[in-house]
C-alpha cells in the first residue's frame, strides 16, 4: 500500500504543532508543499526512478496546424523538465493510415527530440533528414510572446496528413492536482522518508521567518557578532576626588613622621 | 563477395544503442546520426577490402564518354555488346589503356600513344602504330570513362565495378560478416562525439572503442581474403594440372 497524501501531510502537521502550538499552517499549504517537494526528489532521483514509472498516455491528440503550416500540439498537461526532453517519453503515431489508434505496430513512427538550432544540422545528413518515416519534435513555450504557451511542433509532417498522435509524457506534479487525500504520493516508498525531512525542515523554516520579521524594539544590530557590550569607568564625582587628595595627603605625612622619628 | 547473408539496420542498432547507453535515443544521438554511421562503416569496408562488386549495364553515348557508376571505384572488366549480353560475335572486351581520354573529341584523342593517326612517325621509342582503329580500349580519368572510337558499333557496355555500399541515403546492407565491426565503428564514432562535448570524462571509452574497431576490422579484411574458395580451388586446380602433365 503506497503512502498517502493523508498520511504525511497529517503526520507533518503533528509535527509542526509540537514545535509550534501557535501556528496557522493549513492543510492545503502542506499538501502544496508536498508537491514541491515530490517534483524535486523525482528530478534529483531520475536515474533511479525508471521513466515509464510515472508514465501518462494521451491516446488521441490533436494535430493543429500554425498559419505557416507548421503541424504542432499543445501539450495537455505539465511535464517534467529532463535532459533531451525525457518528460516527453514518446509521440507516435501510425506512419501507415496517418492515425495513431489504428494499423500494425511495426509502423509506428516515434519522433525524435530536438530544437531549431539543431534541426539544421539534421538537414545536412540524409540519413538524419526529417521526413515522415523519421519525424522529430521541438517544444516551444512562447507564440508571438512570452505567454507561457506549452508546445510541441513537428519537423517531417509537412507533406502528409496526420490527423492525431500518441503522446507518453511524465506529469509534473501540480498543487491543485491533488483532489483526493487517499490518493497515493507519486513517490516510490524509499523516497517517502527524504520527503517527510524536507517537509519538516521546509516548516521549520517557513514557521521561524514570521518571528524573524517581528519588531521587538530591540537593538539586534550586533547580535551576530555575539559579544558583550563593553561600558567605560565613570568619572569620579568632586567628593571622590577629595577624598582620593586627602588620603595622598595623610600617606604623605605618615611617609615623613617616620622619616623624621629614624 | 561469397555471401548472401545480410543483417537489418535495426539489428545493428539495437546493440550499438545498448553499448553506448544511449537505449532510448535521448542522448543527444537521432537514430538518422547511427544509420548514417552504419553506412560510414561499410563505406571504409568496401574501401578497405573491396568486396563490393557489382556489374551493370549502361548505353554507350555519341560521345562515347561516360560517368563512372554511382558509388562506384575501381573499374575491374568492361565489355562492349549489341543485342544480349555477351554473345562472342557481337562483342568484345575493352581494354585499358594509358592517358587515353577523349572528352569533347571522338575521333581524336588526347593519349601519349596515338592509335589511329600520324603524329608520332618520327617518334623512335613510342611510333605511330597504324590499323589498329578496330581495337577497343578504354581511358578513366576524372570519374569519366573514354572509349576508343572502335567502340561506336557497340550499343552497350558491361562494366563490373566495386561500390562503396548503397547510394547515400539509402537504407545499408550489412554483411553478416562486418557485423562486428561495424558496430564497432559506430560505437568509436559514438564516443568520438561524445568527446567534443567532455574529452576527459570520455577519452578512455573512445580509445577503447577505436581498438575494439581495429581488431575487428582486421578480422573482417582477413574474412573476405579468406573467402572465393570457388575460385581459390578450380585455380589450384587448373595450375596443378597444368604443372603435372
Redesign the interface.
Given at each position: 500500500m503506497a503512502t498517502t497524501y493523508r498520511e504525511v501531510a497529517y503526520s507533518v502537521l503533528e509535527s509542526y504543532k509540537k514545535t509550534n502550538d501557535d501556528s496557522t499552517v493549513q492543510l492545503s499549504q502542506i499538501l502544496f508543499y508536498i508537491q514541491v517537494i515530490v517534483n524535486r526528489l523525482r528530478q534529483e532521483n531520475k536515474k533511479d526512478i525508471s521513466?515509464s514509472r510515472y508514465l501518462t498516455i494521451f491516446s488521441s491528440i490533436t494535430v493543429e496546424t500554425d498559419s505557416k503550416g507548421k503541424k504542432y500540439i499543445d501539450l495537455p498537461t505539465d511535464i517534467m523538465d529532463m535532459?533531451?526532453?525525457?518528460g516527453l517519453q514518446y509521440i507516435t503515431y501510425n506512419y501507415e493510415t496517418g492515425s495513431c489508434c489504428t494499423g500494425a505496430n511495426f509502423s509506428q513512427v516515434q519522433f525524435?527530440?530536438?530544437t531549431p538550432a539543431e534541426s539544421m544540422r539534421?538537414m545536412m545528413?540524409?540519413?538524419?533528414?526529417p521526413s515522415s518515416k523519421?519525424p522529430?519534435f521541438y517544444r516551444v513555450t512562447g507564440v508571438n510572446g512570452c505567454n507561457n504557451e506549452d508546445r510541441i511542433y513537428f519537423l517531417g509532417l509537412e507533406c502528409i496528413d496526420v490527423p492525431d498522435v500518441e503522446l507518453g509524457l511524465v506529469c509534473s506534479q501540480s498543487s491543485s492536482q491533488v483532489c483526493d487525500l487517499d490518493d497515493a504520493i507519486p513517490l516510490p516508498d524509499w523516497l517517502i522518508e527524504d520527503l517527510l525531512v524536507r517537509l519538516t525542515n521546509l516548516g521549520r523554516f517557513i514557521l521561524i521567518a514570521p518571528q524573524e520579521r517581528v519588531n521587538e524594539g530591540s537593538d539586534l544590530t550586533r547580535r551576530s557578532i555575539n559579544q558583550v557590550p563593553e561600558t567605560g569607568t565613570p568619572p569620579p564625582t568632586e567628593e571622590q576626588m577629595v577624598a582620593a587628595a586627602q588620603n595622598r595627603q595623610s600617606a604623605n605625612q605618615r611617609m615623613q613622621n617616620q622619616i623624621d622619628n629614624g | 563477395m561469397d555471401s548472401n547473408d545480410y543483417l537489418s539496420v535495426n539489428h545493428i542498432l539495437a546493440e550499438v544503442s545498448m553499448a553506448c547507453g544511449d537505449k532510448?535515443?535521448?542522448?543527444?544521438f537521432?537514430?538518422?546520426?547511427y544509420?548514417?554511421r552504419i553506412?560510414d562503416a561499410l563505406q571504409e569496408a568496401a574501401l578497405d577490402t573491396f568486396y563490393y562488386k557489382i556489374t551493370d549495364d549502361f548505353n554507350i553515348p555519341a560521345n562515347l564518354n561516360i560517368a563512372m557508376p554511382d558509388n562506384s571505384f575501381n573499374i575491374r572488366m568492361m565489355i562492349a555488346y549489341t543485342g544480349d549480353c555477351c554473345v562472342p560475335s557481337k562483342s568484345a572486351v575493352i581494354h585499358w589503356k594509358r592517358n587515353y581520354n577523349n572528352k569533347k573529341k571522338v575521333d581524336g584523342a588526347l593519349t601519349r600513344h596515338q592509335g589511329t593517326g600520324k603524329s608520332n612517325t618520327s617518334d623512335p621509342i613510342i611510333p605511330s602504330t597504324r590499323n589498329v582503329g578496330n581495337l577497343y580500349y578504354a581511358g578513366i580519368q576524372d570519374g569519366h570513362i573514354s572509349f576508343s572510337p572502335a567502340v561506336a558499333q557497340f550499343d552497350k557496355v558491361r562494366i563490373t565495378y566495386n561500390g562503396m555500399g548503397v547510394q547515400?541515403?539509402d537504407t545499408p546492407i550489412i554483411p553478416r560478416f562486418f557485423e562486428r565491426a561495424v558496430n564497432a565503428y559506430v560505437r568509436s564514432q559514438f564516443w568520438l562525439a561524445k568527446l567534443a562535448e567532455e574529452p576527459r570524462k570520455w577519452r578512455v571509452n573512445y580509445t577503447d572503442a577505436v581498438m575494439q574497431y581495429e581488431k575487428h576490422m582486421e578480422k573482417a579484411k582477413l574474412r573476405v581474403l579468406s573467402m572465393n574458395s570457388f575460385e581459390k580451388e578450380s585455380l589450384n586446380e587448373y595450375l596443378s594440372n597444368a604443372l603435372h602433365k
Open positions: 521513466g535532459d533531451h526532453e525525457k525524435q527530440p530536438t539534421l545528413d540524409e540519413y538524419e533528414k523519421q522529430y | 532510448d535515443f535521448r542522448n543527444g537521432s537514430k538518422g546520426w544509420v548514417s553506412q547515400v541515403g
